[in-house]
C-alpha cells in the first residue's frame, strides 16, 4: 500500500473516532434521563392518536378523553409479559454473577493486550453480541459485568465506548436469536395468532431463528459492527479512561462467605446445597419432558425455567443465591417502573384505531418486493415507542400477518423481518439499557454517541438486505 493510500485510511480511521465522540459529546448534552424519555414518547403517542386514531366524526374533546382512557386501559396490560421480562434479567443477571460464571468472565478480560484497548472492544462486541443471540437476558448483564473485569485489565480502554459495546447485543443480535420474544410467541402452541385464526398452525423456530437468511445476515452484522467499534475508539488524549474514584464504585457482586460454624439449624439449612439440587433436578426432569415431548419448543417460561435452573444450580447454596437475587432486583427497578409508562403508550395504539392507521399508509405504498423494507422501517420506528418485542408483536400481528398474506409474503419473512425491526433501533433506545448503566454508573447519553454512529451503518446494511435480499419463504 503506497503512502497516498495508508494516509486515505488514516484519515477514515480519524474520522470514525472524531465522529464516534462528537455524537457522544452531543447525546451528553442533550439526551434526558431514560424516564423522562419515556414520558416526552407518551405525549407523542397521545398527540398521535389525537390526529389519526379516531374517527372523522369524533371531535377533540372526546378524542383528547378516550385517548386518556386508551393509555389508562394500556398501562396494565402488559403485568405478565413485564413479570417474564423482569425474570429474563434477574434470571440472567443471578447466572451472570455465579461463580462459574464470573471465572469463565475473569478469563475472557484477559484475552486483550492493554496496550492495544481496541481489543478490549472487540472482546466485549463479539462477547455482548454472540451471548445475546443465546439469551439476551444474560447477555445484559453478564456484558456489563464483563466490561469491569475488562476496564480493571485495560486502565486504557475507553470506558463509555467499552459500555457501548457492552450494550451491542441488545441493539444487534437478539431478536435474531433463541431468546428472541417474536419467534417464540409464534413457535408457542395456541398462541393469540392461532387463537384468532390469523395463522392455522405455529412457525416452528427452523423458519425463522435457524433459517440462512437470519443466521448469515447475523453473521455479517457480527462482524462488520465489531470491525467499526475496534475503528472507533479514540485516540489516547481522548479516550474516557476510569479514574480511581469511579474504580472504587464499580463493585462486582460476591457470595456471601460460608460460615465456619452454623449458629443454628436455621442457618444449616441456608447453606444446605442439597436445597438446590433438588430443585435443579426437578427442573431438569421437567425440560427433558417438554423438549422429548414437544421437540424444540422455545418459549419465553421455557427459556426462564432453564435460565433459573442454571442459577440455582451455579450458585449451589441457597443463600449465595438469594443474595444474587437480592441483587439482581436492583438492576431490574428501571423496568418495574417503566414498562407500564410502555404499556400505556402500547394502550393508545391498541385502544384507538392509531396502529391501523399506521398500517394503511405503509400498505397503501407497498408491493411484495418493498413490502419486507417497509415492514422493516415501520417496526423500527415503533419500537422506539413500544421498545418490547413481544409488547409491539402484540400490536402489530393482528394486521401485518393479513397484509403480508394479501401480498403473497411467507409467514417466515414476515416474522423475521419483524424481529429485526424491533432490534433495528434498540440501541439507541434507553429503556434496556436501565439495568446495565446501574452496573456501570454511567448514563444513556455517556454512550449514545458511539450507537448512534453503529446504528447509521447498521440501518444500511439491514435496509439493503431485506430490500434486495431477502427470499419468500
Known amino acids: 500500500m503506497n503512502e497516498k493510500k495508508k494516509a486515505e485510511v488514516r484519515g477514515t480511521f480519524e474520522f470514525l473516532k472524531d465522529w464516534g465522540d462528537a455524537l457522544t459529546r ?31 366524526e369524533v371531535g377533540l374533546g372526546s378524542r383528547a378523553y378516550q385517548s386518556v382512557q386508551a393509555w389508562g386501559k394500556g398501562f396494565w396490560v402488559l403485568l405478565e409479559f413485564a413479570m417474564q421480562m423482569c425474570l429474563i434479567m434477574m434470571t440472567g443477571y443471578i447466572l451472570a454473577c455465579s461463580p462459574p460464571v464470573r471465572k469463565l468472565m475473569n478469563g475472557v478480560a484477559g484475552w486483550s493486550n492493554p496496550e ?18 443465546l439469551n ?19 486502565p486504557k480502554v475507553d470506558y463509555r465506548l467499552l459500555i ?18 417474536a419467534t417464540l410467541l409464534v413457535a408457542t402452541p395456541d398462541n393469540f395468532l392461532i387463537k384468532a ?21 447475523t453473521i455479517v452484522i457480527v462482524v462488520v459492527v465489531t470491525i467499526l467499534m475496534a475503528l472507533m475508539h479514540p485516540r489516547p488524549e481522548k479516550a474516557f479512561v476510569v479514574k480511581p474514584e469511579l474504580m472504587n464504585q464499580l463493585k462486582l457482586y460476591e457470595a456471601p462467605p460460608k460460615p465456619k460454624k452454623w449458629a443454628s439449624p436455621s442457618d444449616w439449612m441456608n447453606w444446605w446445597p442439597g436445597f438446590n439440587i433438588i430443585i435443579f433436578i426437578g427442573i431438569l426432569i421437567w425440560l427433558i419432558w417438554h423438549f422429548s415431548t414437544k421437540g424444540v419448543e422455545l418459549t419465553l417460561n421455557v427459556v426462564n425455567f432453564a435460565m433459573l435452573g442454571l442459577g440455582i444450580l451455579f450458585h449451589w447454596r441457597p443463600w449465595s443465591f438469594l443474595k444474587a437475587t437480592e441483587d439482581a432486583g436492583k438492576a431490574v427497578w428501571g423496568i418495574v417502573i417503566q414498562f407500564p409508562f410502555y404499556a400505556g403508550i402500547f394502550g393508545l395504539f391498541r385502544f384507538t384505531e392509531l396502529s391501523v392507521a399506521f398500517t394503511n399508509a405503509f400498505v397503501a405504498i407497498s408491493n411484495p418486493q418493498t413490502f419486507p423494507l417497509f415492514i422493516y422501517w415501520y417496526g423500527g420506528l415503533l419500537n422506539y415507542l413500544i421498545p418490547s418485542g413481544g409488547g409491539e408483536w402484540a400490536v402489530v400481528a393482528p394486521y401485518i400477518v393479513p397484509a403480508a398474506k394479501k401480498l403473497g409474503i411467507g409467514m417466515g419473512t414476515t416474522v423475521v423481518t419483524f424481529a429485526w425491526s424491533d432490534m433495528m433501533t434498540d440501541m439507541i433506545q434507553p429503556f434496556w439499557a ?11 447519553r455517556d454512550i449514545m ?3 448512534l454512529m453503529v446504528f447509521f451503518v447498521y440501518w444500511i446494511i439491514t435496509s439493503a438486505a431485506f430490500l434486495f435480499f431477502i427470499p419468500n419463504w
Not at 478490549?120 to 443471540?133: C, D, E, G, P, R
Not at 439476551?136 to 485495560?154: D, E, P, T
Request: net charge positive.
Open 26 to 56: 452531543w447525546t451528553e448534552r442533550w439526551i434526558p434521563d431514560a424516564l423522562v424519555i419515556v414520558i416526552i414518547l407518551s405525549f407523542v403517542a397521545y398527540v398521535l392518536a389525537l390526529i389519526w386514531g379516531f374517527k372523522p
Open 116 to 133: 492495544k484497548p481496541w481489543q478490549a472492544i472487540v472482546t466485549m462486541a463479539l462477547f455482548s453480541m454472540i451471548l445475546a443471540w
Open 136 to 154: 439476551w437476558g444474560i447477555s445484559l448483564i453478564a456484558s456489563a459485568m464483563l466490561a469491569l473485569f475488562i476496564v480493571r485489565r485495560n
Open 164 to 181: 457501548a459495546a457492552a450494550y451491542l447485543g441488545l441493539g444487534c443480535t437478539w431478536h435474531a436469536g433463541l431468546s428472541g420474544s
Open 197 to 217: 385464526k390469523l395463522v392455522d398452525t405455529v412457525i416452528p423456530v427452523s423458519q425463522t431463528i435457524f433459517h440462512p437468511y437470519n443466521l448469515i445476515l
Open 434 to 444: 436501565i439495568a446495565m448503566l446501574a452496573v456501570a454508573k454511567l448514563n444513556f
Open 449 to 451: 454517541g458511539w450507537l
